[in-house]
């Protein structure tokens, strides 16, 4: 069974910048569309974004576009989200999830692993 394990939230203050990373436990991890989501108190899970297996195909939502940039390395079984210019907005619980399957997904329904969550909160 896959294993997600975030890491890298924390506080900081608007305009900054910090870089998730979620360190996946299964052995193909090349495979696996990989993408990030937010919860903030009170709303639903949303979709941030989104990188295919090979890391060619990525999908972004509209409000991060321009400022949050997903990368994965496969060799370290590692999928990083690069948050720069934060807004008091980005203030969530950052998940990282896991889909083995060929395009990537905004629907929090077709991810089948999820990791713990980390919290972001940026300050104003």
């Known amino acids: 069974q896959v294993q997600l394990v975030e890491s890298g939230g924390g506080l900081v203050q608007a305009g900054g910048s910090l870089r998730l990373s979620c360190a996946h436990s299964?052995?193909?991890?090349?495979?696996?569309?990989m993408a990030w989501f937010r919860q903030a108190p009170g709303k639903e899970r949303e979709f941030v974004a989104a990188v295919s297996g090979s890391g060619t195909s990525i999908n972004y939502a509209g409000f991060v576009k321009g400022r949050f940039i997903i990368s994965r390395d496969n060799s370290k079984n590692t999928v990083y989200l690069q948050m720069n210019g934060l807004k008091p907005e980005d203030t969530a619980v950052y998940y990282c999830?896991?889909?083995?399957?060929?395009?990537?997904?905004?629907?929090?329904?077709?991810?089948?692993?999820w990791g713990q969550g980390t919290q972001v909160t940026v300050s104003s």
């Open positions: 999830a896991a889909d083995a399957a060929s395009t990537p997904s905004i629907s929090p329904q077709s991810y089948d692993a």
């Open positions: 299964g052995r193909t991890f090349s495979g696996y569309i």
